[in-house]
């Protein structure tokens, strides 16, 4: 086995299972540490022990590189994989039929990761095509893109549209809904994109009717894909955010009407939107985008958690836009 895939293979199943970003750097960090030595040399300081003389290795690094070299499976990577069955009991169906993902973000707003290692990894589970929706400037906490930089995104993506064909990078961005329900990104731009994920991230708690008012107007802009984890609620052990309120039953017509999906966001701190919610939209009409919301390549697996809400609620897979070879199609 390569020892840089083993570590990287590690950070993978570490994210996977939302294990702190610290743990999770230091295997990521170590696999770019060997990248830039010859093999050679790998496997000589292997042999020898002499591993964690370089700076950025450590003693379990340095054991998993060593069990590459030796050609074994690294017994760290081993019981990951053994441990790696996430807790749903359904969606499999579902889940075989998603092409790629449309919410996922990298290291040029708040992802801890690089394009690349993020459409690698999408490739690498399978996935024909991953959208690259990084956040828009009013999220500063999150590194938000301003035109400029997001103008440089594109042309980065581009190129490596290139070196990863047929795997496609599609272009978009995680747009903030402002108060008034305007969009946080230039219009020029937001056309030119692929995927536009809408989302609610300020104000929260607003009343009732100015948040209807606010998102039924976000999702009547034509560049709008999906309407992103549409209550915000989130619960962590260090934080329970209720749900925004909103009239539900208006806002999933105005998405119907206007073709945008309604995000199911699989991240385990989400699962949004609430089954009772999903299951309006539904009857409502609605078109579906199961996402990962992905902020580090193992996130992306994250994917069973919303395809098994999506399967408890009778989510029709040919209304489910990235179940489609190219989602910016009906």
Known sequence: MDPAKALRLIGFYLE??????????????????VDELPAEEVQLRARRGTLTQLGGIGKT??????????????????????DATLPVAGGQTMRAALKGDCHTHSEWSDGGSTIREMAEAARDIGHEWMALTDHSPSLTVANGLTAERLRRQLEIVAELNEELAPFRILTGIEVDILLDGGLDQEEELLAQLDIVVASVHSKLRMPSAEMTRRMIK???????????????????????????????????????????????????????????????????????????DAHAPGQLD????GCERAEACDVPVERVINARPDPTRS
């Open 61 to 82: 690094t340095a054991a998993v590189i060593s069990d590459a070299v030796a050609g074994r499976e690294p017994a760290y990577l081993s019981r990951l994989i053994a």
């Open 16 to 33: 996977r299972g939302g294990e702190p970003t610290f743990k999770v750097q230091a295997f990521r960090k170590a696999a770019a540490i």
């Open 218 to 292: 976000a999702v009547g802009n034509p560049y709008v894909t999906i309407l992103g984890h549409c209550t915000g609620r989130m619960k962590t052990a260090r934080r329970d955010r209720p749900e925004s309120t909103f009239d539900a039953k208006a806002v999933f017509e105005a998405c119907r009407d206007n073709g945008v999906a309604v995000e199911i966001n699989s991240r385990p701190e989400r699962l949004d939107p609430p089954l009772r919610l999903l299951r309006q939209a539904v009857e409502i009409g609605c078109e579906f985008s199961i996402d990962s």
């Open 302 to 305: 994250w994917l069973p958690h």
